[in-house]
């Protein structure tokens, strides 16, 4: 499974089914890949050697072999088969069996091992098996934290549903072996490291040494003189349970470490400097329980120490297998090729690093709950399944670079991570100083228009998210000037153009068609003409001005555009034009605009009158999708980044008439509503005829977050602001 050039890609499907109460939270289906076999054929395009894939006990036989449905096995592990991709089969995944069995129970055991004992006898050409994946980390959620069931809060239960867990797993063994004798186990367990302060050094090495004990167990090493035997002992642990793993000992053949970014820990008994539900102990002392990369001056201990680690303690082929970072597509990219250039590190001092895996490829739901409700929280992986079909993201790019050249080209890939920046501390470091690391300045965004909302809002977002971006204002850079485009593109040499430029006065562009069609046409495809020589990206704006209005519902992207004011033929005639020149544009519809800095919106104009307690009025039967310009800005700098083309409808989640959203905000805001005067358009001696129906949706993907949320964040920063200048 490994490349004779170097270290193989490899590729997960995060297949958690845990079991909260009587409730089964099952990943498989939340990200819709049950449903989806061609999603495999995705997998291959990676250039993947190998996937970490579920034929799950739970899913396939909840009452045992003799009645299990192998279908959808049959079918998945038949297809990867004929793809050429080696398969490392789980069979239990944060989970705790079938409902008739626990963590807690002998019968876990027997049962695991004739499930097992089955799949090998099914899957012949299968070697690779991951019985339990990270049992200890199942172990604390289920019996020592209480997260999962069986829910205890006990060191005794948590030890013992570890030993149940490591007893299975060499059981399971047993029986594939049995069937096929040269089968192989890829042990998975994430290995993060623990800090201290000096005081609480006493507490981390003891959580050190239990960080390798689900490993030193299936090794057969915790004998007496194993630092956590006595402790084991105190907990319950028989004697003949060690003698038996020390006597018929089960060795991974391959140690698949897992490592995120909580995954390392820091201890501090310093409680004022953290807030309370970072607060715990163990009896003796009280401390808070942070990620070490918010508070550890050297910050997280990183892919090469830890497989360095794990290399020095037992000398048996590792792989990463697990790489997956829940937050923005530049820091989910950096995670990924930091990881890998950390196996590579491992590897040239020494250590027989075999892979780094792509995790969660279709991504996961919940896990900021740790998949304890079902929230809806998506964290999107190689590919993001929002839509009518999974899109490749940003890694997905980065994968196949690194699959075929073994580095990546990525614009944003150089930089350092979050993680690896100073902005990563959250609270005091244990010295004196932090430590500043220099980044690599990476080729910037060049984005027109930035004395605009839209402008100011996307530099904003840049800003917040350390990307490198050069803004200019109409003063510094007309858009409609050729030969200034083409010198301030060969100069800043940007991987994406944003223009956030063009005429906005909707009504006064019935009276000044020329200039709506220079700054809407001629600039944007110029633009367009400009990024194609220079092999820079674009993204331009658009909005719902390019319909007509008589759509009963609300429009989506592949709705035929019917323009009927001159505004809108603008934007209808910009899009085409630059989408004909440039292919691989990105053209984003929009609705109408607000946020916390705009005092001209119409958010803000509704909110000022009430304010003054003087009438506003507004259409009752105009509908439009109001767009939050944080949310927008973020989203379309994610899309931007994962290299999506073409027109998208982002708006936040609500259409409603212009009358009802003024309401809206004045209710959100404790104002009189009664302010708002509800009439039809026509009253209103408005230049330019609109479009009855203004509402965005998307095919495309999820829409931004729902109108209520945007409001509620308008709301916060509002107030936020007016207590900062108090």
């Known amino acids: 499974m490994r490349e004779r050039s170097g270290i193989a890609l490899w590729a997960g499907v995060e297949c958690t089914v845990n079991r909260v109460g009587d409730q089964y939270f099952n990943q498989l289906e939340r990200t819709g890949h049950h449903d989806r076999i061609t999603d495999l054929d995705l997998l291959a395009e990676l250039g993947v050697k190998a996937v970490r894939y579920p034929v799950l006990w739970e899913r396939t036989a909840p009452n045992g072999p003799r009645s299990a449905d192998f279908s959808w096995a049959d079918e998945r592990l038949h297809r990867l088969k004929e793809l050429g991709i080696d398969v490392i089969v789980g069979l239990v995944h944060h989970g705790s069996g079938p409902p008739w069995t626990s963590l807690m129970e002998d019968s876990f055991i027997d049962g695991l091992a004739e499930f097992a004992g089955a799949v090998a006898?099914?899957?012949?050409?299968?070697?690779?098996?991951?019985?339990?994946?990270?049992?200890?980390?199942?172990?604390?959620?289920?019996?020592?934290?209480?997260?999962?069931?069986?829910?205890?809060?006990?060191?005794?239960?948590?030890?013992?549903?570890?030993?149940?867990?490591?007893?299975?797993?060499?059981?399971?063994?047993?029986?594939?072996?049995?069937?096929?004798?040269?089968?192989?186990?890829?042990?998975?367990?994430?290995?993060?490291?623990?800090?201290?302060?000096?005081?609480?050094?006493?507490?981390?090495?003891?959580?050190?040494?239990?960080?390798?004990?689900?490993?030193?167990?299936?090794?057969?090493?915790?004998?007496?003189?194993?630092?956590?035997?006595?402790?084991?002992?105190?907990?319950?642990?028989?004697?003949?349970?060690?003698?038996?793993?020390?006597?018929?000992?089960?060795?991974?053949?391959?140690?698949?470490?897992?490592?995120?970014?909580?995954?390392?820990?820091?201890?501090?008994?310093?409680?004022?400097?953290?807030?309370?539900?970072?607060?715990?102990?163990?009896?003796?002392?009280?401390?808070?329980?942070?990620?070490?990369?918010?508070?550890?001056?050297?910050?997280?201990?990183?892919?090469?120490?830890?497989?360095?680690?794990?290399?020095?303690?037992?000398?048996?082929?590792?792989?990463?297998?697990?790489?997956?970072?829940?937050?923005?597509?530049?820091?989910?990219?950096?995670?990924?090729?930091?990881?890998?250039?950390?196996?590579?590190?491992?590897?040239?001092?020494?250590?027989?690093?075999?892979?780094?895996?792509?995790?969660?490829?279709?991504?996961?739901?919940?896990?900021?709950?740790?998949?304890?409700?079902?929230?809806?929280?998506?964290?999107?992986?190689?590919?993001?399944?929002?839509?009518?079909?999974?899109r490749p993201t940003a890694i997905a790019a980065v994968a196949k670079e690194l699959a075929l050249t073994g580095r990546s080209e990525h614009p944003l890939a150089a930089a350092p991570g979050w993680w690896r920046r100073d902005e990563r501390l959250l609270y005091a470091a244990p010295r004196s100083s932090t430590r500043t690391i220099c980044r690599q300045r990476e080729r910037p965004i060049l984005l027109t228009g930035a004395g605009g909302s839209l402008g100011a809002a996307l530099v904003r977002a840049c800003e917040e998210r350390g990307i490198h971006v050069r803004a200019v204002t109409h003063g510094e850079l007309d858009i409609t000037d050729a030969a200034a485009l083409e010198r301030a593109v060969a100069e800043v040499q940007p991987w994406l153009v944003i223009n956030a430029a063009g005429y906005t006065r909707v009504h006064d562009a019935e009276d000044e068609v020329e200039a709506c069609h220079r700054a809407n046409v001629v600039g944007p495809m110029l633009l367009a003409e400009v990024c194609r020589r220079h092999g820079s990206r674009l993204l331009m704006f658009s909005s719902a001005f390019v319909f007509d209005g008589s759509k009963p519902d609300p429009y989506v992207e592949d709705d035929p555009v019917a323009p009927i004011n001159a505004f809108g033929e603008a934007q209808a005639l910009g899009e085409r034009g630059v989408l004909e020149a440039l292919p691989g544009a990105l053209v984003v519809r929009t609705g109408s605009l607000f946020g916390p800095f705009e005092a001209r919106s119409f958010a803000a104009l509704a909110l000022s009158a009430a304010q003054r307690g003087e009438p506003f009025r507004a259409a009752d039967d105009l509908l439009v999708s109001p767009t939050y310009l944080p949310h927008l800005a973020h989203t379309c700098l994610d899309l931007a980044i994962d290299q999506a083309d073409g027109v998208w409808h982002l708006a936040n989640d609500g259409v409603l008439s212009f009358a009802s959203w003024a309401k809206m905000m004045c209710d959100a805001f404790g104002l009189p509503s009664r302010s708002v005067h509800p009439c039809p358009a026509h009253a209103l001696g408005l230049r330019a005829t609109l479009p009855r129906q203004g509402g965005l949706h998307s095919r495309r993907r999820a829409t931004l977050p729902t109108l209520p949320e945007a409001v509620e964040h308008y709301v916060r920063h509002r107030a936020e602001t007016v207590l900062a200048a108090v």
């Open 121 to 390: 006898e099914r899957y012949p050409w299968v070697r690779d098996f991951t019985p339990v994946n990270e049992p200890l980390t199942t172990a604390r959620f289920s019996a020592l934290y209480g997260h999962w069931y069986p829910h205890l809060r006990d060191p005794a239960a948590f030890m013992r549903a570890l030993l149940v867990e490591t007893r299975a797993t060499a059981a399971a063994m047993r029986a594939i072996r049995r069937a096929r004798p040269d089968a192989r186990l890829v042990q998975t367990e994430d290995l993060g490291a623990i800090a201290s302060t000096r005081r609480l050094d006493y507490q981390a090495t003891f959580e050190n040494h239990r960080r390798w004990l689900s490993l030193d167990l299936l090794y057969g090493r915790v004998d007496a003189a194993h630092p956590l035997h006595q402790h084991l002992r105190d907990c319950g642990v028989a004697d003949e349970d060690l003698a038996r793993l020390m006597a018929e000992p089960c060795p991974p053949d391959i140690v698949g470490v897992n490592y995120y970014l909580t995954s390392d820990r820091f201890l501090d008994h310093r409680l004022d400097l953290y807030p309370s539900w970072t607060h715990g102990g163990n009896g003796r002392d009280a401390y808070a329980d942070v990620e070490a990369v918010r508070v550890r001056e050297e910050g997280i201990f990183g892919h090469r120490h830890v497989l360095r680690e794990a290399w020095e303690r037992y000398r048996t082929p590792l792989a990463i297998t697990e790489v997956h970072l829940g937050c923005t597509p530049e820091e989910q990219i950096r995670w990924l090729v930091e990881a890998w250039e950390g196996a590579h590190a491992a590897r040239a001092e020494g250590a027989d690093v075999r892979a780094v895996t792509l995790w969660s490829a279709f991504g996961a739901y919940d896990w900021d709950s740790l998949v304890t409700q079902a929230r809806g929280h998506y964290e999107p992986g190689v590919f993001d399944v929002r839509g009518p079909a999974p």
